[in-house]
């Protein structure tokens, strides 16, 4: 894992006193609110529905176990006991005390972690695919460039006053795990026909009240010139996109109003005039990150894995876990285990301090000592020995982390929404919870197969409801809630924006109407390898919009 | 600040209304009495019967935006025999908590 240097603990440490002197005058009234809200959102503080929230950045998803069981003591000790995880690989502190952040801050900063750029209109955590050093797939491991990213991207002068936010997303295989075309920049590492290390470039993407899926504007783009040509594209968009509309200023509109033969000019014109003297990655530099992301020191002779083939044959429901959330790792006799934040009934992505002391517990023990965030609001344990899965799965299981559900109906994204968040219209997670008890049932949940739900509280789209398989939204219709439905939306490599597939329901109406989509995709799949995705992409909307309203007409 | 009590939130002048804000050092959501405390029970909040008494009580209430309180607006209330609720839902969500069931129990406070 990446440790910080003398440089980034300088820069950390001094944002903390610089934070905790803005707070203090805050609370002694020498800063009016309007001063203090820029300042305290640029430290990841936000005021919601209840309480303060404090959003640490988890950078490319990675965390150790010092740092996990860090975030589990400020659970403890300064909110409810508990945290969400997010869909940035951010963790949220729901309950926080504004003269309590700068303790927090602190002990965070004695951890490595920070609050940093998790708000504003600046660039963002960098998030990346959270199998990143451990999956079959991969070209190669993402979090060095994540890393190179984060460190060019924090403070920088140029960057931090943007017209909107600005988020990032790295990916090293060609299965999209990190949703990157949904990204304002994404970026894929591959390998060109020389063998030679670069990047394909998506810029452009994003959800909100205007989805757009990027544009590839490089197949290609050599390592080396990474930082250079980020540079031009913040550049351009620093320079065009629009300051007069919030609603219109995210990138993905510059492309747009643009187009992408036009966008694509601008930023190589920019990249060729820029004076790259400085901005050239040497790849002994890149060498030097990429020491601190080396594979751990895996045991290579691997000869079979008795008691985890044994567990498999007698434990039922180990071999269901086994079978949902254990992974191919790139290392024979490894595994990648997801760690699911969806019980039946819960709240998708929260998780106790006990908890986070029990996954820093297995993470030390078996999984080389680190852990990931993803993007889908569970965590990873990204390298355990085949044989030490049955004892994974017991200690999972003791602290009620063992469901089965993986890229299942009931493995649900959903965020905060009205129940916490201040620009929610409608409650999200009261739908997850009972979309998640409806279809309860293991043998059902294997029956229907594949099936991402989706669940955003506003048109803000932190839910991701427009790359949901299913995707609900939550609007305000009169005073009260409504629900709308998107179909065929996908955040993966095939990227897709989910369809509208007709009017709105209520929120007792929506869990039916779920049922309803589903009960239909049982119907018309031509067999149960055919996916549900696949299957809207085959037979479109008029199926389940007969389903869903024909009775109506 | 949010919206102030006689706009957007506010449209119809004929509303009853109260001052809500959250509390500037824990964030918790908080009313402002009669008395001028900033307190958690709705129920003791000052009502504001109509416009005048609505744009005295937003007055008087701004002045604690410098030192107690962040957020403040104006909301409209319902009567209900000898209780009181906030009109909206994300208010009564606001003076109630989260419609969820919490991996832990509140504090006591």
Known sequence: MYRYDEFDHDLVRERVAEFTDQVARRLSGELTEDQFKPLRLMNGVYLQLHAYMLRIAIPY???????????AHLARTYDRDYGHFTTRQNLQFHWTKLAEVPKMLAELAEVEMHCIQTSGNCIRNVTADHFAGASADEIADPRPYAEILRQWSSLHPEFSLLPRKFKLAVIGAPKDRAAIQVHDIGLEVKRNEAGELGFAVWVGGGQGRTPMIAKKVRDFLPEADLIAYMEAILRIYNQQGRRDNKFKARIKILVHEMGEEEIKSAIEREFAAIDKSNLQLPRDAVERIERYFAPPAFDTRFNGAPAFERARETDKEFASFVARNVHPHKMPGYAIVTVSLKPIGGTPGDMTSAQMDAVADITEQYSFDEVRVSHEQNLVLPHVKLEDLPAVYARLHAADLATANYGLVTDIICCPGLDYCSLANARSIPIAQRLSERFADPVRQSDIGDLKIKISGCINACGHHHVGHIGILGVDRKGEEFYQITLGGSGDETCSIGEIVGKGFSSEGVIDAVETIVDTYLKLRESPREDFLTAYRRVGEAPFQEALYAHAA | MRVPGMSAKSKNSDLTLVATA????????????????????????????????????????????????????????????????????????????????????????
């Open chain 1, 61 to 71: 998803g990675t965390l150790s176990s010092r740092q996990m069981r860090r975030l």
């Open chain 2, 22 to 109: 959250n509390d500037l050092r824990t964030g918790a959501v908080v009313y402002r009495a009669r008395d001028g405390a900033w307190q958690r029970d709705i129920s003791r909040a000052e009502i504001a019967e109509d416009k005048d008494a609505a744009a005295d009580l937003q007055q008087r209430a701004e002045t604690d935006l410098a030192l107690r309180v962040a957020d403040l607006a104006l909301i409209p209330i319902i009567r209900d025999g000898a209780f009181v609720r906030p009109a909206a839902l994300r208010e009564i969500i606001r003076a109630t908590g989260p419609t969820i069931e919490l991996p832990s129990p509140p504090p006591r406070l």
